[in-house]
């Protein structure tokens, strides 16, 4: 073995706790950057599956109600725990002004989201009892795991 990698290797066993393998010792340089790219995969297919169980929830809903589709636009994220904006949904789901006017209130009067605020700083939020089998995906606490304990 050269020099040059047999102190490579004694500044490597150093960092990591020295030649003997110890479970309070300290993994390998690239073992934490190896689980932080497991824990963010398993963050994007968090993100992925909540947005697929929302939105098939969200369309069974508006399905049986015989709501529009555009419906979706100020549902979706009042599910998934944001504030809706009456500009913001008109935009999203190409409205006019006038059908925002009018959804956004049969939104509120069907119990699905309520109103908080005045006049433009108006913004909606879900009702607390959204049909839980629509916000159940968004609010369910998922820890992640660690691939290397």
Known sequence: ??????????????????????????????????????????????????????????????????????????????AMGNRVRRATCQADAELSEQQAQRDIPELVRAGSLTAEGEAQGRYYTARPYLPQEITRGARAPRPLRDPYA
Request: hydrophobic share 40%.
């Open 1 to 78: 073995m050269s020099k040059a990698l047999d102190t490579a290797f004694h500044l490597l066993f150093a960092e990591i706790g020295g030649p003997v393998w110890t479970p309070s010792g300290t993994p390998c340089p690239g073992c934490a950057r190896q689980r932080a790219h497991h824990q963010q995969a398993q963050t994007v297919e968090r993100q992925a599956n909540t947005t697929r169980e929302v939105w098939s929830a969200l369309d069974k809903a508006v399905e049986q109600r015989g709501w529009p589709d555009r419906m979706f636009f100020a549902l979706y994220p009042a």
